[in-house]
């Protein structure tokens, strides 16, 4: 069974608009959640984070909002740029576990 | 600075056959992680190491799948009598283990195809 829930696949936005990727647990758990990014034949790379006792976090064009009530987590990302196309995985863990669970990815296209 | 590295990077193989995959994590990082992303999935979760304690092994699919970490760096995931199924990409990742929640670094992944 799916805990983490990503379900859009694909996405495709204006460059300098703005880019939100969604993301849904199930898990109540759940207390750290990250966001990663993956370029065709590369490993994922860490994005940014937010621990449940927050509801944001940014990170220059990168935003992560959390909704504890609604387990929604989003990536906001302002301006796009042609070099944030890339597949964005939704993950997240609980601080007393071992596992991280991630979602199935949204691939993101920034058209120039 | 050095980050997660594997090998090989692609792997194509009979069915029935063994394969070995492996992964150098970040030096320093107690932790350890193997997942695998098939065809239109998300990372599912494999193994996990953390020091000297005894690995987590509750994503293992079934029992052809093994892995082992040798002198707490290098770990190594052997797949027996590989099925078609098992075709994926191979992810291993580290992180610094220390107390709470940390970050994983990724390496490239392993293509592992069996024919």
């Known amino acids: 069974d799916q805990q983490v829930k990503q379900n859009s696949p694909s996405l495709s936005v204006q460059e300098g608009r703005i880019s939100i990727l969604n993301c849904d647990y199930t898990n109540s758990m759940f207390d750290y959640f990250l966001w990663y990014k ?6 994922p790379t860490f ?4 621990s449940s006792i927050k509801d944001k976090n940014e990170d220059g064009r ?8 609604a387990k929604h987590l989003s990536l906001h990302i302002v301006p796009s740029q042609p070099g944030d196309s890339a597949v964005y995985f939704c993950a997240a863990s609980s601080s007393t576990g071992n596992q991280f669970y991630f979602g199935t990815g949204t691939s993101l296209t920034v058209i120039p | 600075g050095a980050g997660v590295s594997q090998s090989p990077s692609n792997k194509v193989t009979e069915k029935g056959k063994d394969v070995e995959l492996r992964c150098d994590p970040i030096s320093g990082h107690t932790a350890l992680y193997w997942y695998r992303q098939s065809l239109g999935q998300g990372l599912e979760f494999l193994i996990y190491f953390q020091g000297n304690s005894a690995p987590d092994k509750s994503g293992l699919p079934s029992d052809r799948f093994s892995a082992e970490r040798t002198g707490g760096s290098v770990s190594t995931l052997t797949i027996q009598r590989t099925q078609q199924e098992d075709s994926a990409v ?6 610094p283990g220390l107390a709470g929640v940390n970050t994983q670094y990724f390496g490239p992944g392993t293509r592992l195809t069996v024919l």
């Open chain 1, 62 to 69: 990168f935003t992560v909002f959390l909704n504890k009530s």
């Open chain 2, 90 to 95: 191979y992810l291993c990742a580290s992180s």
């Open chain 1, 47 to 50: 994005l940014i984070s937010i």
């Open chain 1, 38 to 43: 993956k370029y065709p034949a590369e490993g």
